[in-house]
Nanobody, 119 residues
Framework: QVHIVESGGGLVQPGGSLRLSCTASLPISLGYFEGYHLAWYRQLPGEQRNLVARITAGARLTYADFAKGRFIISRDNAKNEVVLQMNSLKPEDTADYFC?????????WGKGIQVTVSS
């Protein structure tokens, strides 16, 4: 059974930082964590889920334009963890953030975590 757990969200003032963490527990039958592509998405109520940042199994990075220069995605395969470091946060970064662990047809999502940027 796959377990994906996100943590680190909450309320932060504009200009502040948050560190989102996602850990994944995968059964052996689904392969090893290091073979998966990892990503963070975000979603506002009533809107589609949009990519924030992605790091492939080979450590290739992709960032949404709004995330470039402010957010950093990283992975620690020894901990089965993907981290999104968010800096210089803006009110428009307020959303639910979701962790995605994917390898072809094996596509898993966390339940999401709320980030609120407000003074």
């Amino acid at each position: 059974q796959v377990h994906i757990v996100e943590s680190g969200g909450g309320l932060v003032q504009p200009g502040g930082s948050l560190r989102l963490s996602c850990t994944a527990s995968l059964p052996i039958s689904l392969g090893y964590f290091e073979g998966y592509h990892l990503a963070w998405y975000r979603q506002l109520p009533g809107e589609q889920r949009n990519l924030v940042a992605r790091i492939t199994a080979g450590a290739r990075l992709t960032y949404a334009d709004f995330a470039k220069g402010r957010f950093i995605i990283s992975r620690d395969n020894a901990k089965n963890e993907v981290v999104l470091q968010m800096n210089s946060l803006k009110p428009e970064d307020t959303a639910d953030y979701f962790c995605n662990v994917e390898r072809g047809s094996a596509d898993f999502w966390g339940k999401g975590i709320q980030v609120t940027v407000s003074s």
